[in-house]
């Protein structure tokens, strides 16, 4: 069962097009939705992160919108460059164990931005 | 220098064998992880280790069993290496903040 789902599952934009990345989840105990960047040879990398008390947040070009009640949130890049062609995670956190969390993962999207 | 670095980047085996990938976090972290990403990127966590004690162990063949010498390395250990094994491993890192997640490069792991 797929907890976090994103869509779509790759974008091709032109530079300065604003590309959005999808995703909706079921579980009303997550609490926490980073996403994560991964470029090809590399691990994910975190990029921004919301907290379900917060319907947006920006940081720099990047931009998530949180729907609480849609159970929703996407991510937008302003003014994207070919530089951000890479593999955009959303994720979803709660509590596992004591203290700890754990970090669901959606598929993933592959955006491509062309020059 | 690294912050989670894993080794070897790359593992060719082949089936039936069995293999280890090493991963060192310098982030004074007391949470590791290991996600295993297949061939179409979808990221799966499969073990969490809290300050040497293991927390989270999802569903995973009793092939791969993860060990902790200190909070600071934590170390895969695949038996009997199946195709279905071949993929990329992360390791990764965090604070109790959830917010640090620190993933490694991978393992690219191909058994033929």
């Known amino acids: 069962q797929q907890q976090v789902k994103q869509s779509p599952q790759s974008l091709i934009v032109q530079k300065g097009g604003i590309p959005i990345i999808n995703c909706a989840y079921e579980?009303?105990?997550?609490?926490?939705f980073p996403w994560y960047q991964q470029f090809p040879g590399k691990g994910p990398a975190l990029l921004i992160a919301?907290?379900?008390?917060?319907s947006e947040k920006k940081e720099g070009r990047f931009t998530i919108s949180f729907n609480k009640s849609a159970k929703q949130f996407s991510l937008h890049i302003m003014d994207s460059q070919p530089g951000d062609s890479a593999t955009y995670f959303c994720?979803?956190?709660?509590?596992?164990?004591?203290?700890?969390?754990?970090?669901?993962f959606g598929k993933g999207t592959l955006l491509t931005v062309n020059p | 220098d690294t912050a989670v670095s894993q080794t070897p980047k790359y593992l060719v085996t082949q089936m039936g064998n069995d293999k280890s990938i090493k991963c060192e976090q310098n982030?004074?972290?007391?949470?590791m992880y290991w996600y295993k990403q297949d061939s179409k990127k979808f990221l799966k966590i499969m073990f969490s280790?809290?300050?040497?004690?293991?927390?989270i162990n999802e569903t995973v063949p009793n092939r791969f069993s993860p060990k902790s010498p200190d909070k600071a390395h934590l170390n895969l250990h695949i038996n009997s290496l199946e195709l279905g094994d071949s993929a990329v491993y992360f390791c990764?890192?965090?604070?109790?903040?959830?917010?640090?997640?620190?993933f490694g490069s991978g393992t690219r792991l191909t058994v033929v």
């Open positions: 579980n009303t105990a997550f609490d926490y």
């Open positions: 919301i907290r379900p008390d917060v």
């Open positions: 994720a979803a956190s709660m509590k596992s164990g004591g203290s700890n969390y754990k970090l669901t």
């Open positions: 990764a890192s965090s604070q109790l903040l959830r917010d640090s997640y620190t």
């Open positions: 982030l004074g972290h007391d949470t």
């Open positions: 280790y809290n300050n040497k004690e293991l927390i």
